[in-house]
């Protein structure tokens, strides 16, 4: 009866730590599945802000400015005007 109760001990052990093991092995799942979750909606976040920034490089474009590179302002020119024919100029 000894015997039995001493290998019915040892077995109650294993399982103990087998059944911390898993434990522990679940924590980390979870721990890994929040981490993932959290980039999921940073990489969201980010392609939001990525669409926005295109958008706002289009809108932005149609806009030129008249600066040199070193920050001096460049010499105002007029815009083209488009001539129109004169009345008295034969076509």
């Known amino acids: 009866v000894t015997d039995v109760i001493g290998e019915i001990t040892a077995a109650t052990a294993e399982q103990r730590s087998g059944i911390g093991s898993v434990n522990t092995a679940v ?3 979870d721990q890994m599945t929040q981490q993932n979750a959290a980039l999921v909606e940073q ?4 392609e939001s802000l990525r ?3 295109r958008r706002l ?3 932005v474009a ?3 400015l008249d ?4 920050g ?3 010499p105002a020119q007029p ?3 488009p001539r129109r024919p004169s009345a008295a100029a034969p076509s």
Do not use: K, M, Y
């Open 67 to 70: 600066v040199a590179t070193d």
């Open 72 to 74: 001096a302002d460049l």
């Open 79 to 81: 815009p083209a005007v």
């Open 43 to 46: 990489s969201a976040a980010a």
């Open 27 to 29: 924590g980390n799942l």
């Open 57 to 59: 490089t289009q809108a």
């Open 51 to 53: 669409d926005q920034a």
């Open 62 to 64: 149609a806009f030129r």
